[in-house]
């Protein structure tokens, strides 16, 4: 591991030609802690090329093979790679000292079986998960400060975790959640599809993966364990014809009586208000304007509203007549959701203020 200080990172991003790679080096590079950013490629590309928004940057691409090569000089590293990929390679630096974050989903899962029931393959260091810390940092702060190997959330996890823990760890009744979500096609990756092409997906929506989302498992798992009892996840996704976000929209049964001026106080005591308590989950505290049927879009966020920040938001509401509560939560699914989370874990893994590099609000 290298010996520098604090102020004087070297970081390593296997996997920089994807939509998180670029992002974290788009975030690292404001980041003032940060003095060297080390991303691989598997071919040879320029670095400015694939990332454009990065021109003059001064980075460049070298091999995952250098990189390892290398791994005495680092401090960091995070994994922006397939499934699969990680769980092969992360013992190497692990080895050396170095602190690793996997955006994957390699170590997600504490039982290598429940990974193989989610994902299919049979895990390759099934001792490594034992030790994994789940990177949810608003839920496991403490853990992650000790931990030298962080399992960053799926984007669509850590957006319905934060949206819900309140709830399930408080009123909620019955043990099915249904979550509706739409992302943005940077979730699908950059290896080209026909059906997520621009002439394909603008002004249409496109659902996937309602047999089962990978997601589904790695929720029941994480939010099963906040709320201490058994938790189904209806979990239904969807491509919108936009680049960046996650809207999600998830429904909870209540106690009959409950109104949405107690779930507002129920997740302010939760999170804070506004930047008071956890800095990037904002509860809309709005109060309603007009009676029924009027349509107060104020009340919910939008993913315009976090578009390119680390922020969550959040609005709440209740169906009274049926008991439903109804949470929309809004992240951008490649800061929150990826780059931002995973260096927001790497702040405290190291002992800096979690919210350093990531304080700008959204576009």
């Not at 520098?4 to 030609?17: A, E, P, R």
């Not at 000292?97 to 193989?116: K, N, T």
């Not at 429904?251 to 506004?274: F, K, M």
Request: negative net charge.
């Amino acid at each position: 591991m290298s010996t520098q200080k604090n102020h004087d990172l070297t970081v390593g991003v296997i996997g920089g030609t994807g939509y998180a790679g670029g992002e974290l080096c788009r975030l690292l590079l404001g980041h003032p802690q940060v003095a060297r950013i080390l991303p691989t490629s598997r071919e040879e590309k320029n670095f400015e090329e694939i990332h454009p928004n990065l021109l003059g940057s001064g980075l460049s691409f070298l091999s995952a093979d250098r990189l390892a090569q290398q791994a005495d000089e680092l401090d960091v590293v995070f994994f922006s790679t397939p499934t699969g990929e990680a769980m092969r390679t992360a013992r190497h630096y692990l080895d050396r000292g170095v602190r690793v974050i996997d955006l994957s989903a390699d170590f997600r899962f504490a039982d290598p079986a429940a990974y193989e029931r989610a994902h299919g393959p049979r895990h390759e260091s099934p001792d490594l998960l034992k030790e994994a810390v789940y990177g949810v940092t608003e839920l496991y702060r403490e853990s992650i400060a000790q931990s030298r190997l962080v399992a960053n959330p799926g984007c669509y996890a850590i957006t319905a975790i934060l949206g819900l823990t309140p709830l399930l760890q408080g009123p909620a009744t019955g043990r099915r959640v249904s979550v509706h979500a739409v992302n943005g096609t940077t979730g699908a990756g950059v290896t080209p599809k026909r059906a997520l092409m621009h002439a394909e997906v603008a002004g249409s929506m496109l659902a996937y993966s309602l047999g089962g989302h990978r997601h589904g498992p790695e929720l029941e798992e994480v939010l099963g364990g906040l709320a201490r009892r058994p938790v189904e996840i209806d979990l239904n996704t969807t491509h919108g014809d936009f680049a960046r976000g996650i809207h999600l929209q998830a429904n909870v049964d209540v106690p009959e009586g409950t109104t949405r001026d107690d779930l507002i106080a129920l997740y302010q005591q939760h999170y804070g208000a506004g930047a008071d308590g956890e800095y990037f989950v904002r509860v809309n505290a709005r109060a309603a304007q007009g009676g029924l049927n009027v349509k107060d879009y104020s009340l919910y966020p939008s993913i315009a509203a976090v578009n390119g920040s680390n922020f969550c938001h959040l609005g709440l509401d209740v169906d009274t007549e049926r008991h439903i509560a109804k949470v929309v939560a809004v992240t951008d699914n490649l800061v929150k959701g990826a780059a931002g989370s995973a260096i927001q874990n790497m702040n405290v893994m190291l002992g800096i203020d979690e919210t350093t590099g990531l304080r700008h609000y959204a576009l």
